[in-house]
């Protein structure tokens, strides 16, 4: 079982919360995304289909109050920049690598899953709207 500091579990943690900021929805594909090297915005964006302009900005702002990524200006006239992983993120490579791998062998059996309970929730949901109509 993985060991965790009992604080962890508190809603005043900070590693609770950085947690919560480096495994959000976005954040490990923004990661991924610059492992390929330094990227603009518009490049980001285009990578990551259905992210939106305010989700990407606030993320990449996210990742870079962390320490996680960097921005660069690299033109003023018009103004330009880029993102890059830092020392820091990269340090994240290897567990984000690892639990890709993990999704990719275990999606089958996740699938299964998903399709038994949603079966049983369907035939469970029928069951009770059948009750309710035996009710009135």
């Known amino acids: 079982m993985l060991e965790l500091e009992p604080l ?6 900070p590693s609770r919360a950085l947690f919560d900021q480096i495994a959000d929805k976005w954040s490990m594909m923004v990661l991924a995304v610059l492992d390929d090297g330094p990227q603009r915005f518009n490049a980001i964006r285009r990578r990551l289909q259905g992210v939106t302009q305010k989700a990407l900005t606030q993320c990449l702002r996210r ?3 962390n320490g996680l990524i960097a921005r660069e200006v690299i033109s003023l006239s018009p103004v330009a920049v880029q993102y ?8 994240l490579r ?3 690598q690892e639990l890709h791998k993990w999704t990719l062998v275990k999606l089958p059996e996740v699938t ?3 399709e038994a309970f949603d079966s049983i929730e369907g035939g469970q949901k029928g069951a ?3 009750l309710i109509q035996l009710r009135l």
């Open 112 to 114: 299964a899953a998903r």
């Open 63 to 65: 990742l870079e109050r």
């Open 84 to 91: 890059q992983v830092t020392p820091l993120g990269r340090t």
């Open 94 to 96: 290897e567990p984000l």
């Open 128 to 130: 009770d709207r059948s």
């Open 8 to 13: 962890c579990f508190s809603s005043e943690c």
